[in-house]
């Protein structure tokens, strides 16, 4: 007994390899410059909308401070992927730690499912503004706001603790190359040589949970929201009302789009290499262009700007 389980330790994966984009990987300067410059931009746009923020006081209202938390955890979600690709395109450093990938992977898969739940709180927050003027300053005061942020925080965090807990018992004994250019779950336990239909399983339920479930609250908040724009007397009122939700609508596409095709599907390790373009959308091409889009049709947040810079001046 004691000698099979030296041998299975012997033979026990220490650490993965990351394909990345073996196809691309001659253009892997260009690759690099690329997606440093878009890291960088995300970086700096999601930082702007948190310090405007929190330095403007027309802008503490429960939309910005919910908006401003989304911009943290886009920061945080970009920086659990984006260093490592670069690596992989600069330098070739494909390998990664078993502990490393599994850190990884609950940072992104927490972070991701904090950011949908942030959406759907978000899409709350505007059905209650729009739809219940009157009650809106009663029912979303800051407090709620602190408290509707540690739900999202709290229920993220036991549900995908479990899910990498369950991934930590598994045995990886056999292929050592992740078909990602990160530690993807679906593309992680793929590679165990235990029974992982458990775990699989869990793991679809917890996809339909997440995003179902906060996709079905977007929805019903934005059919509230549009019947009573449509019942508005005046053009001007559903104008100012619809720019109020037409950049959290563009946002919600994007993300849903991405994520629908990535993890709402049974079986995890199918369409690898568009699971692949998918995540470069939401890791990517959405937190580049998130604060352009906020910021771009928001008249408060170019007031803000334009004072700030009145006093750099």
């Known amino acids: 007994m004691e000698i099979m389980k030296e041998m ?11 394909e990345g984009f073996p196809a691309l990987q001659h253009l892997g300067q260009v690759l690099f410059l690329l997606h ?45 992927v984006i260093p490592k690709l670069l690596s992989i395109f600069l330098l070739g450093q494909q390998k990664i730690r078993f502990a490393a990938c599994l850190t990884q992977a609950f940072s992104f898969l927490f972070l991701g499912s904090v950011i949908f739940f942030l959406m759907a709180v978000m899409s709350l927050d505007r059905y209650l503004a729009i739809c219940k003027p009157l009650h809106y300053p009663a029912i979303m005061n800051v407090r709620v706001c602190f408290l509707l942020m540690f739900f999202c925080c709290a229920l993220s965090f036991i549900f995908i603790s479990a899910l990498i807990l369950k991934v930590s018992q598994l045995s990886f004994c ?17 590679l165990s040589c235990s029974d992982t239909k ?28 549009v019947i009573t724009i449509v019942r508005l007397p005046s053009a001007k009122e ?11 609508l563009i946002v919600l596409t994007l993300m849903y789009g991405s994520c629908f095709f990535i993890y709402v599907k049974p079986k995890q390790t199918s369409r690898v290499d568009f699971n692949r373009q998918a995540a470069l959308v939401n890791t990517v091409v959405t937190p580049v262009l998130n604060p352009v889009i906020y910021t771009l049709r928001n008249k408060q947040v170019h007031q803000a700007l334009r004072d700030a810079l009145c006093r750099v001046k």
């Not at 869990?202 to 929805?219: D, P």
């Not at 559903?238 to 959290?248: E, M, N, P």
């Open 174 to 190: 056999g292929p050592n190359v992740i078909p990602h250019f990160f530690c993807d779950f679906g593309a992680l336990i793929h």
């Open 198 to 225: 458990s775990i699989e399983a869990y793991a679809f339920f917890l996809s339909v949970f997440v995003i179902i479930l906060s996709l079905t609250m977007t929805i019903i908040a934005y059919s509230n929201i």
């Open 8 to 18: 299975r330790n012997e033979t026990a994966v220490q650490e993965f390899i990351l």
């Open 36 to 80: 440093l410059l878009a890291y960088l931009a995300s970086l700096m746009g999601n930082t702007l909308i948190i310090t405007i923020t929190w330095t403007d006081h027309r802008l503490q209202t429960p939309m910005y401070v919910f908006l401003s938390s989304f911009s943290f955890c886009e920061c945080c979600f970009i920086t659990t």
């Open 238 to 248: 559903r104008k100012k009302a619809f720019s109020t939700c037409s950049s959290h």
